[in-house]
């Protein structure tokens, strides 16, 4: 270009108007990129801010975006709740003034300022405005040059701040701020949505928890009948390895393919209210079941809660404490029997004798009159024993023999334990000592140990079925087994023959309560009573009881 060409651009004011174009254009493209950086930032904020980033990474990727267009070193989040303003999250963490979760002092505090009044700040250190804050001290040691303090607004309530430190000071538009502001509000929405899904979430598990703790087995069903969701409970119950592997409905795991009449289920599903089955399932296991309705905020019905409670064993208790109340009403008929034929059995034994009197020995009626007298008088002694056993008053020790006790007791069971074609062997020891008890109660345990006998051979695929009582004495002990070639008893229920109401035997046949009794009464006499047993071979049942001493005997 001449040199007259330049001249005439420079009177004219067109190379000016170029320059002042370009820095025009180069301000509007950087502003533009702000706006753009701006928004990429909100955009983030919106975007990247879930449960699964934590907020140390948000603070991290919000300060690089706005370290492209501000001058700031650090970020931190303070929360007010119930009263406390406490400091969360600070991005560098070494930029930390104070501990992480310490509680903000209210006195002199610029945090606590912008969160009372709503109204954001922005301060420079050295001046006379910062050095009324406590902060001042320990963000100076930070070497900020400036800090900028916005409130957190949810839901219309000031949640936290938000305080931002620059490495320089610099001075800050109108849009500046507000863009500030409008990131504050959007960090603000994103707390505050994170708090309420925390709470849905904790809710959700602590129902869950409670759900799985309950040691009854629950289960959540759709109204077509499908299982859900069951507890641990139901699916250690049900035997259930998988939900994925549970393709049946309800009722058809409560009855399977028999036909039904109303289930709790189809009842709830009708009624929309609670309804209640006992079912039998096909292992015999006996259940409660309650069906509930689970409605919805418009109530209608979306599903079913189906309870199940084990019931078993309680029932099982129920029938045995019937049958217990059974035995008790049939020993006080059969006292009252006893008494009725004592009256005719004493005029039979009377004019038997009467007539045995005035005939020879040689006649032969006189024979046939033996035998009516003695069979008159095995019934008395029957009706005695049987009316000894009935008592239910409390009787007193006093010196007696188990020999005794053992030829009591066979007059009254002997006879029927023969009729079932079961050998008795008794081998008593003549010299068996003395001991201090109750006669009738030690009968009671005799009595009850001969008849487990008798009933775990009757139960025996053997033809050689035999019961041996024997009396012994050793070390002060006097000693009583009782022992049969029977069933016998698995090892896994020998610890619990003792307990009240247990049996091996049917509810008609059983109670559970004879060994749980006669083993009271063996420790009210000071004694035991041990088990052996083997499956298949039978058992040894032994009642131990101590000697009267020498000196008891004396007194």
């Not at 801010?49 to 990474?57: A, C, H, T």
């Not at 370290?67 to 406390?84: A, D, E, H, W, Y």
Request: proline content about 3%; some cysteine; glycine content about 6%.
């Amino acid at each position: 270009m001449s040199d007259r060409q330049q001249m005439i651009e420079r009177l004219v004011g067109v190379t000016s108007s170029k320059i002042n174009y370009y820095t025009e254009l180069k301000k509007s493209i950087d502003e533009m990129k702000k706006k753009n950086t701006q928004l990429e930032i909100i955009n983030e904020v919106m975007k990247s801010f879930n449960i699964d980033m934590s907020m140390d990474d948000m603070l991290k990727n919000i300060l690089e975006k706005l370290q492209q267009i501000f001058p700031f070193k650090r970020l931190s989040l303070s929360i007010l709740q119930n009263g406390v303003l406490t400091l969360a999250n600070v991005y560098p963490q070494d930029f930390s003034h104070i501990q992480i979760g310490d509680e903000i002092p209210k006195e002199r505090s610029l945090y606590w300022e912008v969160a009372e009044s709503g109204l954001f700040s922005v301060c420079t250190p050295g001046t006379d405005e910062w050095e009324k804050y406590t902060e001042s001290l320990r963000f100076e040691k930070l070497r900020l040059q400036q800090l900028l303090v916005f409130p957190l607004y949810g839901k219309g309530r000031i949640i936290g701040v938000l305080s931002i430190g620059s490495g320089r000071r610099k001075e800050y538009g109108v849009e500046d701020l507000a863009f500030l502001q409008q990131l504050s509000d959007q960090l603000a929405v994103c707390i505050e949505n994170v708090r309420l899904y925390n709470e849905v979430l904790n809710s959700k598990k602590e129902w869950e928890q409670t759900f799985l703790a309950v040691s009854d087995p629950i289960m959540l069903v759709d109204l077509n009948g499908n299982i859900l969701r069951c507890n641990g409970s139901a699916m250690s119950f049900f035997k259930i390895n998988r939900m994925e592997d549970l393709h049946m409905t309800l009722d058809e795991l409560f009855y399977g393919q028999q036909a039904v009449g109303e289930s709790p289920f189809m009842e709830t599903l009708q009624t929309k209210e609670m309804a209640y089955r006992e079912i039998t399932l096909f292992d015999q296991t006996i259940c409660d079941v309650h069906t509930y309705p689970i409605m919805n905020e418009n109530e209608e019905m979306y599903g079913v809660i189906a309870y199940v409670k084990d019931v078993t064993e309680k029932r099982h208790i129920e029938a045995r404490m019937m049958q217990s109340g059974k035995l008790a009403a049939l020993g006080e008929m059969a006292a009252g029997v006893a008494h009725e034929l004592n009256n005719p059995l004493t005029a039979i034994l009377g004019n038997t004798q009467l007539l045995m009197r005035k005939m020879n020995n040689s006649e032969p009626p006189y024979e046939l009159l033996k035998d009516i007298f003695k069979c008159s008088k095995r019934c008395q002694d029957i009706i005695r024993n049987l009316l000894t056993f009935s008592r239910q008053d409390e009787y007193l020790f006093q010196t007696c023999l188990i020999n005794e006790a053992v030829k009591q007791v066979l007059s009254l069971v002997g006879y029927q334990i023969r009729q079932n074609h079961i050998a008795l062997e008794v081998d008593l020891d003549p010299d068996v000592p003395l001991v201090d008890g109750s006669i009738q109660q030690l009968e009671q345990i005799i009595i009850n140990l001969l008849l487990n006998a008798k009933d775990a051979l009757e139960e025996a695929q053997r033809k050689d079925k035999e019961i041996i009582i024997r009396t012994e004495s050793a070390l002060d002990m006097v000693t009583l087994s009782v022992i049969d070639n029977g069933t016998g008893i698995d090892s896994e229920e020998m610890n619990d023959i003792f307990h009240p109401f247990y049996t091996t035997k049917e509810a008609v046949k059983g109670t559970g309560l004879g060994l749980s009794v006669s083993l009271g009464i063996a420790v009210a006499h000071r004694g035991t009573i041990d088990v052996k047993s083997e499956p298949g071979k039978g058992s040894i049942f032994t009642l131990r009881l101590p000697v009267k001493k020498a000196v008891e005997m004396g007194d």
